[in-house]
């Protein structure tokens, strides 16, 4: 039986609490479109979201992940998740702080023979940020 969108969503924070970019990336489609802001433009295909992934995890090593609400129709999925992680590599040019911090995402996915088909995610960065802010305001004045 072939999984239902939910299951595949499932699967997929699971493989995201891994820290892990290669098996995260597997759950996605070889002609997957993921659809992020924070990205800048379309990232296409299933080797990119590895790429993407591989950023995102070695700025992020994952503590918590957990799905909070989820819509399912049909074979689409909205998903409203919060993560905790470590702030330990760069990341849209805010240098690691080494500091925990919570976030969450707000995702739509499309699912399609067992993979995710599609992606377009929007999350809540104030609290990555705020890490920056507060690195900036504890530096010496030089």
Not at 48 to 77: C, T, Y
Not at 82 to 93: E, I, M, N, P
Request: glycine share 6%.
């Amino acid at each position: 039986m072939a999984e239902t969108p939910r299951e595949i969503i499932e699967r997929l924070v699971e493989l995201f609490k891994t820290n892990d970019a290669e098996l995260a990336s597997r759950i996605y489609a070889e002609d997957v479109v993921i659809d992020d802001p924070m990205y800048g433009e379309q990232v296409e295909g299933r080797q990119a979201a590895l790429a993407a992934f591989g950023d995102w995890f070695r700025a992020f090593r994952i503590i918590d992940f957990e799905i909070v609400e989820s819509i399912v129709e049909g074979s689409r999925i909205a998903v409203h998740w919060r993560w905790r992680a470590v702030h330990q590599g760069k990341y849209l040019d805010v240098p690691p702080s080494g500091r925990e911090f919570d976030g969450w995402h707000l995702m739509f996915f499309d699912t399609k023979d067992g993979h995710v088909s599609r992606d377009l995610t929007c999350w809540d960065c104030t609290q990555f940020f705020a890490l920056r802010d507060r690195a900036e305001e504890a530096a010496p004045a030089g």
